[in-house]
């Protein structure tokens, strides 16, 4: 795996931090799931990479999401999730794991940036 440099910036847009993730996942050829962590002040304090899949299937669960934020004592977290298939519109696999996510979110306290 190829190595990323630190992100320093703060989030407040859509548009900001797809910028910012956009880079992450540029030329992967199988799905990856990354999450973006943020203090309070929607300053990104660093990055990981939750999962890494096959050619068309990833697995992405809560406990793993939300290890890295926790650690790294983040108020917040962008998820975010590749197509390498170009494919923009979310699966009915994505819109589970999402809804898990947002569910699970709360018993961990980390919250999505708002």
């Known amino acids: 795996m190829r190595r990323v440099r630190t992100l320093i910036a703060t989030i407040y ?3 900001e931090w797809l910028a ?5 996942v540029a030329g992967f050829d199988r799905p990856l799931t990354a999450a973006l962590l943020l203090n309070t002040r929607r300053r990104v304090r660093g990055h990981q990479v939750v999962s890494i899949g096959t050619m068309d299937t990833i ?8 290890r890295g934020a926790v650690n790294a004592a983040a108020a917040a977290i962008v998820i975010m999730h590749n197509h390498p298939s170009g494919e923009p519109e979310p699966s009915e696999a994505d819109i589970k794991v999402t809804r898990d996510l947002c569910q699970r979110r709360n018993e ?3 919250n999505p940036p708002v």
Not at 20 to 24: A, E, G, Q, T, V
Not at 59 to 66: I, K, M, T
């Open 13 to 15: 847009l859509t548009s």
């Open 20 to 24: 910012l993730i956009r880079p992450l």
């Open 59 to 66: 697995l992405v669960h809560p406990r793993e999401v939300f």
């Open 108 to 110: 961990n306290g980390v």
